[in-house]
């Protein structure tokens, strides 16, 4: 068991000798930029970036443009003359459009107004789930921490035990102390090679949850810079009064700026349906044009011909020639003749009356103004949970720093009993179970004092994180 317990220790530390640790700053930085919440923020507040981009288009005019072309046969309209011809050609048209609206009643207006405070209350979304992010990660940079303080205290009771183990074994072989001694405290070595595996575990536990949040892959070696427990500053509690953090974290956290956004977005939203009730004017225009590639007869007199008719002029017989009409040719229209011939242009204004529609504007309205509403009242959900999150906050602390103190004060007494105890044992005065049961007191006495102590730090950071001074080791 020695042996194993000494392998995997090595192998354990093998891994953190070969490489940089990282610091919380370095973690918290690398999971600000990694972490995939963060990543999820930042596309939204872009995708609002887009909306407010697209909103504020509606400011410009439209403009479009248009060719289209075809192939006709047998009798059909030609598009330049208007004619019925009956005739093979190829037609086509250009044109651009353009249109502005003038005038919605400010919908337009409140509508981009809306669109930008959403996306920046999306902006300051990236800074609340920053926010998450580092809070996250602190507490599980501190269970590392803790876990590596549980697995020191589990060591120490494992040497304590094999020292134990080796006087007893010799005073068994010696006949003063009974075999049933030497295998009460070899059942005590195992319990504690147990916890020992036990508090190892936990410690990869924690460092997988740790790398979960900095999105870092789990077969990538990885361990971290922990500083001393006894050096990590915190303020006195007498200083983070519930009200007093509450009224800070109100100016300062990014959750309750958001909502603020929110609302008032909402509000202008409401303006804008109101003002899509009313009539908006609009301004039109184009140029188009056409063309064909069909070719026109061109008719002309042939020379005189024979009609097989004759006159007697003085008895004699003159043939009678007549000239004979047809289409000697076709003549086509050059194309950049056409274009100019049939270039057209309009311009307009049109009005937009919306009488009925089904309620949908009147619908529209009377939804924005629920929707504010219901984002007031989501502010005041936040608001109410942040300042019940603070109380709670308050009071966890408090206690944490009741049972620590307490915790302090066990390990002190255990270890004045265990100093007793080793004193009456070694003069043979105690039996080796109540040693051991002493023995155990002590090493759960320093387990709780250590998970107490960390405990009440983070209880204490989260205080001060509510605080606005964000998360220091």
Request: aromatic share 8%.
């Amino acid at each position: 068991m020695i042996r194993f317990l000494a392998l995997l220790f090595t192998l354990v530390s093998l891994p953190a000798l070969a490489q940089e640790k990282w610091s919380l700053l370095r973690c918290v930085e690398y999971a600000l930029n990694n972490n995939i919440s963060v990543k999820q923020a930042d596309v939204q507040a872009r995708l609002s970036r887009l909306t407010a981009k697209q909103a504020k288009g509606s400011l410009y005019p439209t403009l479009g443009g248009s060719f289209s072309g075809g192939y006709q046969h047998g009798l059909n309209e030609n598009p330049t003359t208007g004619t019925l011809e009956s005739a093979n050609f190829l037609s086509g048209s250009l044109g651009v459009q353009t249109g502005y609206t003038i005038f919605t009643w400010g919908a337009r207006k409140n509508d981009i107004i809306a669109a930008n405070l959403n996306a920046e209350a999306d902006e300051v979304g990236i800074d609340r789930a920053k926010n998450d992010v580092s809070l996250a990660v602190a507490n599980a940079f501190l269970q590392v921490m803790l876990r590596r303080e549980q697995v020191r205290i589990s060591d120490i009771a494992l040497a304590q035990s094999q020292e134990q183990l080796r006087i007893t074994r010799k005073l068994v072989d010696a006949g003063s102390q009974p075999e049933l001694d030497a295998i009460q405290i070899e059942a005590q070595m195992a319990r504690d090679s147990s916890a020992l595996l036990q508090a190892v575990a936990l410690v990869e536990q924690s460092l997988i949850n740790l790398k979960a949040y900095l999105n870092l892959d789990q077969a990538q070696p990885f361990d971290i810079e922990a500083p001393a427990i006894e050096t990590i500053p915190i303020e006195n509690i007498t200083d983070l009064q519930p009200s007093g953090v509450y009224d800070l974290a109100v100016t300062n956290m990014p959750l309750q700026k958001m909502y603020a956004l929110r609302i008032e977005a909402a509000q202008y939203q409401v303006k804008a349906a109101r003002g899509a009730m009313y009539p908006s004017v609009s301004a039109f225009g184009g140029l188009n044009t056409r063309f064909v590639n069909a070719k026109t007869p061109v008719i002309g007199v042939f020379p005189d011909k024979a009609t097989g008719s004759y006159v007697t002029v003085n008895n004699q017989q003159i043939p009678v020639f007549a000239p004979e009409f047809g289409i000697i040719g076709y003549n086509g229209t050059p194309l950049l003749r056409q274009l100019n011939r049939n270039f057209g242009q309009s311009i307009g204004l049109s009005i937009n009356l919306p009488i009925f529609n089904g309620w949908n504007q009147r619908t529209q309205w009377d939804r924005a103004k629920v929707n504010v509403q219901q984002v007031q009242l989501q502010d005041d959900q936040e608001r109410q949970n942040l300042k019940t999150n603070i109380y709670n906050s308050y009071q966890d602390a408090f206690a944490s720093l009741q049972k620590y103190n307490a915790s302090v004060r066990a390990v002190e007494a255990s270890q004045k009993a265990l100093d007793f105890a080793k004193k009456r044992y070694d003069i043979g005065l105690l039996g080796t179970l109540d040693y051991i049961i002493t023995q155990n007191n002590l090493y759960r006495a320093r387990i709780e004092e250590v998970s107490n102590r960390y405990d009440y730090v983070f209880k204490m950071k989260v205080l001060e994180f509510y605080k606005g001074r964000g998360i220091k080791l």
